[in-house]
């Protein structure tokens, strides 16, 4: 009983460095990700300002009456636009979403790292389990 405790012992040491490695790993990915939802957030933020562009020259084309039929093409190419930059935001926007892909990303690493740091603490925890008994064992009248 007493080997296994103290073959326990000198692992651990070896255990926390690899833990403290992988939830660095954990950490940088997280670091990654918010990065990566930051600026998916600007982007959606500069597509919001060429959306009302578009949308307020196409306004602007469709009230000139008169020149309708003089003007069928840029009418259409600002109705593209619109579509397009309503596209991409809708788009964008389900992968910053609270549900979104980069969110999954987030919460699905985090639960990885409390993992990585929830096994370290049993190891820990079974070591002091180990130890305990090893001492029973060893007491007087067993």
Do not use: H
């Not at 000198?10 to 790993?25: H, Q, S």
């Not at 740091?117 to 079974?126: C, F, N, Q, V």
């Amino acid at each position: 009983m007493s080997s296994s405790y103290l073959k326990a012992k000198g692992l651990l040491p070896a255990a926390k460095v690899e833990t403290d490695r992988t939830i660095a790993n954990f950490d940088a990915d997280i670091a990654n990700q918010k990065s990566v939802l930051a600026s998916t957030l600007t982007k959606i933020e500069l597509y919001k300002v060429k959306l009302a562009d578009s949308t307020a020259k196409l306004a602007a084309l469709r009230a000139d009456t008169p020149n309708l039929v003089k003007n069928k093409n840029a009418i259409d190419s600002y109705q593209k636009a619109v579509n397009s930059w309503t596209s991409a935001i809708t788009s964008l926007t389900k992968i910053t979403g609270p549900t979104g892909e980069v969110q999954r990303a987030i919460n699905r690493i985090g639960s990885f790292k409390i993992s990585a740091t929830a096994s370290y603490e049993g190891l820990k925890s079974d070591l002091v389990n180990s130890l305990t008994s090893t001492k029973l064992m060893c007491s007087k009248g067993l």
